[in-house]
């Protein structure tokens, strides 16, 4: 049989996790596809997805642990907990033939991009050359 099952993002205190797509999957003989689920949440935490099913023979809640990866270098993270690429306004280097000085940041920790140093070429990002 067809059994409806509710997929629920439990965020950790304070993180702004939250699930952008679907949460409601429907099983096909006896399978849960959760494949194209999309979570936001902050950079380098760990959330809990609970996959509840009143219907379910095997079990009624199910909680699985998500690594959310860290911002990398060339992103900062943001006051809204999120990831951003500094520079990421900027169109590609390959369009241009002049100098460019888009914002750029070596560590993920940063929390804001800086200006591209004088004399220097800055693609946004790291970048940098």
């Known amino acids: 049989s067809l059994n409806s099952i509710e997929a629920e993002l439990t965020p950790e205190e304070g993180s702004l996790s939250t699930i952008t797509s679907d949460n409601v999957r429907t099983s096909k003989q006896g399978v849960f596809n959760f494949g194209g689920l999309i979570t936001t949440s902050k950079p380098n935490t760990e959330v809990s997805l609970s996959v509840k099913c009143d219907q379910c023979d095997l079990f009624q809640t ?68």
Not at 89 to 118: E, G, K, M, W
Request: hydrophobic share 25%; charged share 10%.
């Open 62 to 129: 199910m909680t699985f642990k998500l690594k959310i990866q860290p911002c990398v270098p060339g992103e900062i993270s943001t006051s809204q907990g999120q990831c951003y690429r500094c520079g990421s306004n900027i169109p590609s280097h390959s369009t241009y033939q002049f100098r460019v000085s888009a914002p750029y940041s070596l560590f993920p920790t940063d929390d804001q991009c800086h200006p591209c140093p004088a004399n220097s070429f800055c693609w946004g990002g790291n970048n940098i050359g």
